[in-house]
């Protein structure tokens, strides 16, 4: 009986391993449904939708590239963001489920964190030309501490859609129960409010 739990175990294991990964393909590249191979030129690996990109005023914008945007990339496992950060703006706490992430600092000084699973923070302030690399699934932010300059940067990823949970988002804007966000942060129903009013719908 022993052997037949650590059996399903390994398997349950094993299922859970592939399916955290962007598919292997068989093939040199994906071609999409209904499409024809021969017909397949240049223009299939070429997108164009990074151009002329620009964050609004006064806040941080970014502009994803995965196999939704750009079928071309499925089953890569790689993906794209560009990244501008106006002046005092952030990137909040998130995590990327499916694949990690190296940021390139293309302008600017930009100001980024990691927190590991024993709660430890890795900071680092990079300038123009600077790389950091944040593991899959760790909670991570950057910061544009100027409040002058933009800065733009590329974030590479390990999938071909690595996924985004933005923490202030996913909690204050999921329909938790309150009662659970109360005692979780040790807030008052104001406190939480006022946590809540930015993911609240607009009527």
């Not at 998130?94 to 940021?103: D, F, N």
């Not at 900071?123 to 933009?150: C, R, T, Y």
């Not at 390990?158 to 329909?175: D, E, K, Y």
Request: proline share 6%; net charge neutral; charged share 15%.
């Amino acid at each position: 009986m022993a052997t037949m739990k650590l059996l399903l175990v390994l398997m349950m294991t094993t299922v859970v391993a592939i399916c955290a990964r962007d598919p292997e393909l068989t093939t040199d590249f994906a071609v999409p449904v209904g499409m024809n191979a021969s017909m397949i030129t240049g223009d299939f690996f070429t997108f164009t939708g990074l151009r002329n990109f620009s964050a609004a005023p006064n806040t941080f914008g970014s502009k994803k590239v995965t196999h939704v945007e750009f079928p071309a990339l499925t089953g890569l496992g790689v993906g794209v963001t560009l990244l501008e950060y106006k002046p005092n703006t952030l990137n909040p706490p998130h995590t990327h489920p499916r694949g990690s992430e190296l940021i390139y600092v293309m302008a600017g000084h930009l100001d980024v964190g990691l927190i590991d699973s024993a709660n430890k923070l890795y900071a680092a302030h990079l300038h123009e030309g600077d790389l950091f690399v944040f593991p899959q699934g760790l909670v991570h932010f950057q910061i544009n501490m100027s409040k002058k300059k933009s800065v733009l940067a590329i974030s590479a990823f390990g999938s071909s859609n690595a996924g985004t949970i933005s923490l202030p988002r996913n909690i204050f804007g999921s329909g938790i129960e309150d009662e659970v966000l109360l005692q979780a942060f040790k807030i008052t129903s104001a406190e939480l409010m006022k946590l809540k009013a930015p993911f609240m719908p607009t009527m």
